[in-house]
Antibody, heavy 122, light 106 residues
Framework: EVQLLESGGGLVQTGGSLRLSCAAS????????MSWVRQAPGKGLEWVSA????????YYADSVKGRFTISRDNSKNTLYVQMNSLRAEDTAVYYC???????????????WGQGTLVTVSS | SYELTQPLSVSVALGQTARITCGGN??????VHWYQQKPGQAPVLVIY???NRPSGIPERFSGSNSGNTATLTISRAQAGDEADYYC?????????FGGGAKLTVL
């Protein structure tokens, strides 16, 4: 059974940093691209970033480009996102997700974690 | 940047057919994915690549995509179908979600 478990969320001050992790199990992690998707309280879904299975290719939403860095450690089956220069508008539940049926980053997400809440406040 | 437009809300009588639209410029040339999200839960993929159903998704859920509009159709709507529904495409190496449509089953 595929499992994605996010951690690392919490309260951080404006301008601060936080690193989220997503521990994966139940599949060959390195064969699958991964993404982060966020959802601000009471709002819709927003794609944040994606990374290829090897980690060699990364993609970002304009809203986080230059501030967030996605990475992965295939030896630990773990996905990360380093979030710097955090703003109030980054407050959201952050989900990791992937396309289990294709492995591609450019596809629909049929596997999701339960999310971790990041709150940015002054 | 590419934008997807969904109605804020859609209502359907119990047992009838609900249609949720997703508008975008020439969206028919893209693969559209649909998610169902209930309060406090992670999204669930209900349609991928326009009309394909993942395993475990009832046949009552179907999708179509042409021109500037993609449509998620839910037949024989049930109370358990009440949820937010989001469409999703990829454009220029960027993921794009619609704003979401709240489905109410009357």
């Amino acid at each position: 059974e595929v499992q994605l478990l996010e951690s690392g969320g919490g309260l951080v001050q404006t301008g601060g940093s936080l690193r989220l992790s997503c521990a994966a199990s139940g599949f060959t992690f390195s064969d699958y691209a991964m993404s982060w998707v966020r959802q601000a309280p009471g709002k819709g879904l927003e794609w944040v970033s994606a990374i290829s299975g090897s980690g060699g290719s990364t993609y970002y939403a304009d809203s986080v480009k230059g501030r967030f860095t996605i990475s992965r450690d295939n030896s630990k089956n773990t996905l990360y996102v380093q979030m710097n220069s955090l703003r109030a508008e980054d407050t959201a539940v952050y989900y990791c997700a992937n396309s289990g049926y294709s492995g591609s980053w450019y596809d629909g997400f049929d596997h999701w974690g339960q999310g971790t809440l990041v709150t940015v406040s002054s | 940047s590419y934008e997807l437009t969904q109605p804020l809300s859609v209502s359907v009588a119990l047992g009838q057919t609900a249609r949720i639209t997703c508008g975008g410029n020439n969206i028919g040339s893209k693969n559209v994915h649909w998610y169902q999200q209930k309060p406090g839960q992670a999204p669930v993929l209900v349609i991928y690549r326009d009309y394909n159903r993942p395993s475990g998704i009832p046949e009552r859920f179907s999708g179509s995509n042409s021109g500037n509009t993609a449509t998620l159709t839910i037949s024989r709507a049930q109370a358990g179908d009440e949820a937010d529904y989001y469409c999703h495409v990829w454009d220029s190496s960027t993921g794009v979600f619609g704003g979401g449509a709240k489905l109410t089953v009357l």
